[in-house]
């Protein structure tokens, strides 16, 4: 028996308990009234999103509000957003797992859904802001008569491959770790047809610990694998900026910078999502206010980490003997946008200091509040960067002033309600918590 | 076709100490099934790798060289460009798609080891016919035991039920 509090809340003592709370939602045919409203909410806004995409490439990229000096405005600001939205959870699942943290256990299967649709909205950004999305394949090497091929050296091209790599061994993690608890399921569920669909997923797995073991080896090799994998990929986001001579874009620290910004925004969208899985019947029991306290204090963190972040880049930008990054420095504080500029300070830095007070950390809806503004500061951020460079570039000329469009709120908002629709289904077929570690939490815990 | 004597247990240190007990005697262990991973179990059924970290790596090397290969040929030898006066051979930025890739193939190597050295996957298996075998992904724990011939089958199953088996079949697995 360890000495250490818990991870288990006091009333989930067996395993039945534990596989109880967690496949019945999932093998129960109804849906409860609450889950209707916001599937009904979720696919309007899917709709609002599809409707903005489909007008946007039916008339062309001008219903944005890109220009011709801010080609890049709210799809890449999303893109990379979302991006960093899903690193998260392939770090809760990765990194917690390397470092065995017990706390990731009832987390960590939520995390990688969240992984898996916050890459694939994300991937349909930079296909989307082309335009001309169906040429979206020149990234790739395809045999053509043109004698071309893509441009290597291009963080675009880069991008194309690091997101396809991170999006296929996402969902192979995801499935893999899923394998038993479909198992589960299968063995559990009373309509045959539903066996029938959970056993052939589930691919006979029959709890072998032979077959544990080899689970075992190749899941901890996979986490290995993710955890550079993530890191390269984001730093790849990273130097879509960072390899362009743009003043604000053109530094080193953009890859970490962009790293710990994406592991920040992702941590918040965990935590909102485990408040949303909290109130699920019986799952408070595996979701304890000490996950919450754990979390925030890996925002605050990163909140630090962000903070310096800035700083440097300020200084960094006032010290070289650029005048276009000194003219970017001084638009960023005093600027058009530098409203924006100081509400994300507040979202990214100010307010995450709150989790200082050990209180406030043990206070879910302090901590559902701060998870909130840092996700909103974060795309305000995203969108910073790409404002405040391109707007206010090397040539006065073209300086010019960026204003959204209808079109613009309706994709980004839309998308939101996407990615709540697909989290929505998965709580509906699959299993929310990782059926088989929470048994192994409780023997560690000594309960079972 | 093995003939094996099965036990199942409720209790996890009850199916602990039968395992370990069956090591011991000098039992062979033909399996063990439990709901979740137990390390501890490792050394009683043989430690086994199944060669999957050794493929993995092998097929994320290759398929990471020869994703540098197309980078290479295409701009020595198919398509050379000036882009910046950088060298044709920019291997710095070369190095960023192959590990990407690389590390893709790694993993889906290690998926398909994984699942040839588990023979998965397995839809049917004479364990399903026992019909409280549903119960080792919830919470029942079960052992294998090799009988050799009739009377071992016998006294095999006398064993688990005197280790503390709430009950015990007879397989032919």
């Given at each position: 028996m360890s000495e250490a509090p818990a991870w288990i809340g006091p009333g989930l003592k067996t395993f039945e308990a534990a596989t109880a709370r967690i496949s019945d939602p999932v093998l129960t045919l109804g849906r409860g009234w609450r889950w209707w409203i916001a599937l009904a909410i979720s696919l309007a806004l899917t709709a609002v999103m599809i409707g903005g995409i489909v007008y946007a490439l039916a008339t062309g990229v001008g219903v944005w509000g890109n220009n011709t000096a801010?080609?890049?405005?709210?799809?890449?600001?999303?893109?990379?957003?979302?991006?960093?939205?899903?690193?998260?959870?392939?770090?809760?699942?990765?990194?917690?797992?390397?470092?065995?943290?017990?706390?990731r256990a009832s987390i960590n299967r939520m995390a990688e859904?969240?992984?898996?649709?916050?890459?694939?909205?994300?991937?349909?950004?930079?296909?989307?802001?082309?335009?001309?999305?169906?040429?979206?394949?020149?990234?790739?090497p395809y045999p053509n008569t043109m004698s071309l091929w893509p441009q290597w050296r291009s963080a675009l091209v880069w991008d194309f491959w690091a997101i396809?790599?991170?999006?296929?061994?996402?969902?192979?993690?995801?499935?893999?770790?899923?394998?038993?608890?479909?198992?589960?399921?299968?063995?559990?569920?009373?309509?045959?047809?539903?066996?029938?669909?959970?056993?052939?997923?589930?691919?006979?797995?029959?709890?072998?610990?032979?077959?544990?073991m080899l689970y075992r080896r190749y899941h901890r090799m996979m986490a290995a694998l993710a955890v550079p994998l993530v890191c390269s990929v984001h730093s790849i986001v990273g130097l879509d900026f960072a390899v362009t001579l743009m003043p604000g874009w053109n530094e080193s620290l953009f890859p970490p910078y962009f790293v710990v910004g994406a592991l920040f925004s992702g941590f918040?969208?965990?935590?909102?999502?485990?408040?949303?899985?909290?109130?699920?019947?019986?799952?408070?029991?595996?979701?304890?206010?000490?996950?919450?306290?754990?979390?925030?204090?890996?925002?605050?963190?990163?909140?630090?980490?962000?903070?310096?972040?800035?700083?440097?880049?300020?200084f960094s930008s006032w010290y070289g003997s650029s005048p276009a990054e000194h003219r970017f420095l001084r638009f960023s504080f005093t600027g058009t946008y530098a409203w924006l500029f100081y509400l994300m300070l507040f979202c990214n830095v100010v307010a995450p200091?709150?989790?200082?007070?050990?209180?406030?950390?043990?206070?879910?809806?302090?901590?559902?509040?701060?998870?909130?503004?840092?996700?909103?500061?974060?795309?305000?951020?995203?969108?910073?960067?790409?404002?405040?460079?391109?707007s206010h570039g090397h040539l006065p000329s073209m300086w010019t002033v960026f204003m959204p469009t209808l079109d613009d709120f309706a994709v980004l908002f839309g998308s939101v309600g996407f990615f709540a629709l697909l989290i929505l289904l998965f709580t509906r077929f699959l299993p929310t918590v990782s059926i088989h570690e929470m048994r192994a939490l409780l023997v560690d815990e000594g309960r079972a | 076709?093995?003939?094996?004597?099965?036990?199942?247990?409720?209790?996890?240190?009850?199916?602990?100490?039968?395992?370990?007990?069956?090591?011991?005697?000098?039992?062979?262990?033909?399996?063990?099934?439990?709901?979740?991973?137990?390390?501890?179990?490792?050394?009683?059924?043989?430690?086994?790798?199944?060669?999957?970290?050794?493929?993995?790596?092998?097929?994320?090397?290759?398929?990471?060289?020869?994703?540098?290969?197309?980078?290479?040929?295409?701009?020595?030898?198919?398509?050379?460009?000036?882009?910046?006066?950088?060298?044709?051979?920019?291997w710095p930025v070369f190095l960023l798609v192959p590990?990407?890739?690389?590390?893709?193939?790694?993993?889906?190597?290690g998926l398909i080891t994984f699942l040839v050295r588990t023979g998965l996957p397995r839809l049917n298996h004479p364990l399903f016919e026992i019909d409280a075998f549903d119960q080792v992904t919830q919470d029942r724990f079960f052992v294998a035991l090799k009988a050799s011939d009739e009377d071992a089958e016998r006294a095999t199953l006398q064993w688990l039920h005197a280790s503390g088996a709430e009950q015990v079949w007879a397989v032919s697995l």
């Amino acid at each position: 028996m360890s000495e250490a509090p818990a991870w288990i809340g006091p009333g989930l003592k067996t395993f039945e308990a534990a596989t109880a709370r967690i496949s019945d939602p999932v093998l129960t045919l109804g849906r409860g009234w609450r889950w209707w409203i916001a599937l009904a909410i979720s696919l309007a806004l899917t709709a609002v999103m599809i409707g903005g995409i489909v007008y946007a490439l039916a008339t062309g990229v001008g219903v944005w509000g890109n220009n011709t000096a801010v080609v890049w405005g709210f799809p890449i600001a999303n893109y990379v957003w979302w991006i960093g939205v899903g690193n998260a959870g392939t770090l809760i699942s990765s990194m917690l797992l390397l470092m065995n943290q017990p706390w990731r256990a009832s987390i960590n299967r939520m995390a990688e859904a969240m992984t898996i649709v916050a890459v694939s909205i994300a991937g349909l950004f930079p296909i989307i802001h082309l335009g001309r999305s169906l040429y979206f394949y020149w990234t790739a090497p395809y045999p053509n008569t043109m004698s071309l091929w893509p441009q290597w050296r291009s963080a675009l091209v880069w991008d194309f491959w690091a997101i396809l790599a991170y999006l296929l061994f996402s969902i192979l993690f995801f499935y893999t770790s899923l394998i038993p608890d479909l198992a589960t399921l299968r063995d559990r569920a009373r309509r045959l047809w539903v066996k029938r669909i959970y056993g052939a997923f589930a691919l006979g797995w029959r709890g072998s610990l032979r077959h544990w073991m080899l689970y075992r080896r190749y899941h901890r090799m996979m986490a290995a694998l993710a955890v550079p994998l993530v890191c390269s990929v984001h730093s790849i986001v990273g130097l879509d900026f960072a390899v362009t001579l743009m003043p604000g874009w053109n530094e080193s620290l953009f890859p970490p910078y962009f790293v710990v910004g994406a592991l920040f925004s992702g941590f918040g969208m965990v935590v909102l999502l485990c408040i949303g899985l909290r109130q699920l019947p019986g799952l408070a029991d595996m979701i304890t206010d000490r996950h919450f306290d754990v979390m925030a204090k890996v925002m605050l963190a990163s909140s630090c980490v962000m903070g310096l972040s800035y700083a440097t880049e300020w200084f960094s930008s006032w010290y070289g003997s650029s005048p276009a990054e000194h003219r970017f420095l001084r638009f960023s504080f005093t600027g058009t946008y530098a409203w924006l500029f100081y509400l994300m300070l507040f979202c990214n830095v100010v307010a995450p200091q709150s989790l200082w007070w050990p209180a406030m950390r043990r206070r879910v809806p302090v901590v559902a509040l701060v998870s909130l503004l840092i996700l909103v500061g974060m795309w305000f951020e995203r969108m910073l960067i790409i404002l405040n460079t391109l707007s206010h570039g090397h040539l006065p000329s073209m300086w010019t002033v960026f204003m959204p469009t209808l079109d613009d709120f309706a994709v980004l908002f839309g998308s939101v309600g996407f990615f709540a629709l697909l989290i929505l289904l998965f709580t509906r077929f699959l299993p929310t918590v990782s059926i088989h570690e929470m048994r192994a939490l409780l023997v560690d815990e000594g309960r079972a | 076709m093995t003939r094996a004597a099965i036990g199942s247990y409720a209790d996890i240190e009850c199916f602990r100490s039968a395992l370990r007990e069956a090591h011991r005697q000098g039992h062979i262990i033909h399996d063990a099934y439990a709901p979740m991973d137990m390390e501890e179990a490792d050394e009683l059924l043989g430690r086994q790798t199944g060669g999957i970290r050794r493929i993995a790596l092998v097929a994320g090397l290759v398929v990471a060289a020869l994703a540098y290969g197309v980078q290479y040929w295409s701009l020595f030898y198919s398509y050379s460009f000036n882009s910046g006066n950088r060298p044709l051979n920019s291997w710095p930025v070369f190095l960023l798609v192959p590990f990407e890739v690389g590390v893709f193939a790694a993993a889906l190597a290690g998926l398909i080891t994984f699942l040839v050295r588990t023979g998965l996957p397995r839809l049917n298996h004479p364990l399903f016919e026992i019909d409280a075998f549903d119960q080792v992904t919830q919470d029942r724990f079960f052992v294998a035991l090799k009988a050799s011939d009739e009377d071992a089958e016998r006294a095999t199953l006398q064993w688990l039920h005197a280790s503390g088996a709430e009950q015990v079949w007879a397989v032919s697995l």
